[in-house]
């Protein structure tokens, strides 16, 4: 049986950014957000240029060339940053998290850097797929602080690790699908300022892959806003 895609995505802002520096791409065979860093129009860049190596990968590819093919699109995206910090040097530390996931009806495969997050619900219960590439991450992974203090911590919009044109290793994963699942990307915008706990009684109670997406990125607009927001929702279906 050969699964299918049902998905939406939305974007803002937010309240306190002057623009918006995420950049998104849904589709039948893939989905990436990624968030720019960098300040002025520069995180605008870095985010575009990634999702725009990337969208070629929509498109049927076999379960054994998915992981070369996610591979490939990212080194691409990261020459393309190298390229444009070479040809205009003020553009230097311009850089992007991106997490994208490929999907060809019996496997979905992933690569992730920095910080934006992917989530899988499946029966019901919600799962975080990706790892933030933060300092106060690695403080939680080192035993120097409790996972409940890394919100409030002063240093938790540290990332360690982008895209920002220089050699990176990004993580990769695979996963099973089964229908039924619902997948969601989103930029650290929604998870900064909503908990797992109320996005995941969101990803269950509300069936609608626009509504559900609209309605995570309005409980980040009532938290303040304070970053840009995007969050890509996708239900693996049947077809029937």
């Known amino acids: 049986m050969t699964l299918h895609l049902r998905w939406a995505a939305v974007t803002d802002q937010g309240h306190v950014r002057s623009n918006n ?57 990261n020459r393309r940053i190298a390229e444009q910090v070479a040809a205009d040097p003020s553009l230097q530390g311009m850089g992007t998290t991106l997490t994208a996931v490929l999907f060809n009806g019996e496997r979905a495969a992933m690569a992730h850097v920095g910080d934006s997050r992917a989530y899988l619900l499946r029966d019901g219960r919600l799962n975080q797929l990706t790892k933030d590439d933060t300092y106060v991450q690695m403080l939680v992974d080192q035993g120097l602080i409790k996972p409940e203090e890394a919100a409030g911590h002063p240093r938790r ?66 938290g303040g806003g304070p970053d840009n927001v995007t969050v890509v929702i996708a239900d693996v279906t049947d077809g029937s």
């Open 21 to 77: 520096e995420d950049c998104h791409y849904a589709g039948d065979r893939l989905l990436v957000v990624a968030d720019g860093m960098g300040g002025m129009a520069a995180g605008d860049l870095a985010s575009r240029l990634t999702v725009e190596s990337m969208v070629s990968l929509d498109a049927p590819i076999d379960t054994e060339n998915q992981m070369d093919a996610l591979h490939s699109g990212l080194e691409l995206a």
């Open 157 to 222: 919009a540290v990332v360690t690790r982008v895209l920002q044109g220089e050699p990176v290793s990004p993580a990769y994963v695979i996963v099973e699908p089964l229908a039924g699942d619902r997948w969601l990307l989103c930029s650290d915008g929604l998870t900064g300022v909503v908990n797992d706990e109320t996005i995941e009684e969101e990803m269950r109670t509300v069936p609608d892959p626009k509504a559900c997406a609209e309605r995570l990125v309005d409980l980040a607009l009532r």
